[in-house]
């Protein structure tokens, strides 16, 4: 192979492997996406609901599926204290009312700060 040759062929790897790189960052926002056309409910109106479940000031959202049910889950600044919210984004309903510890993995009880396991609250 030519000195020429390598270098084309080089360059055409990076290219591909750019294009590979940017894909990996663009498909994460295409499922969210995919997802916000199978919810019922709007951000702003699953926002509504989680504020109304824990008052204060939303810092973070994400759509997300979690075991075939798409959720929106919010975390809200209470004072020194961060809640997540999941709302169904079907139905509103909320699924998760807790204390964000920051290190619950998931499958554990959130616990509130009283060290009792958070209420789901349906309302």
């Known amino acids: 192979m030519t000195r020429k040759s390598k270098i084309i062929a080089a360059m055409t790897f990076l290219g591909i492997a750019g294009a590979g790189a940017g894909v990996a960052f663009v498909v994460p926002a295409i ?18 609901f989680a504020v109304r479940a824990a008052p204060g000031e939303v810092i973070d959202s994400e759509l997300e599926s979690e075991d075939g049910v798409i ?9 020194d204290v961060v ?10 309903a909320i699924l998760e009312n807790a204390i964000d510890n920051g290190d619950a993995d998931e499958g554990e009880d959130a616990e ?3 060290g009792e396991a958070a209420e789901i609250n349906q309302n």
């Open 71 to 79: 959720v929106y889950e919010f975390e809200i600044q209470q004072g």
């Open 83 to 92: 809640r997540e919210i999941e709302v169904d984004a079907h139905t509103g």
């Open 31 to 48: 499922a969210g996406e995919a997802q916000a056309g199978d919810a019922a409910l709007s951000e702003q109106e699953a926002q509504r």
């Open 112 to 114: 509130d700060a009283d």
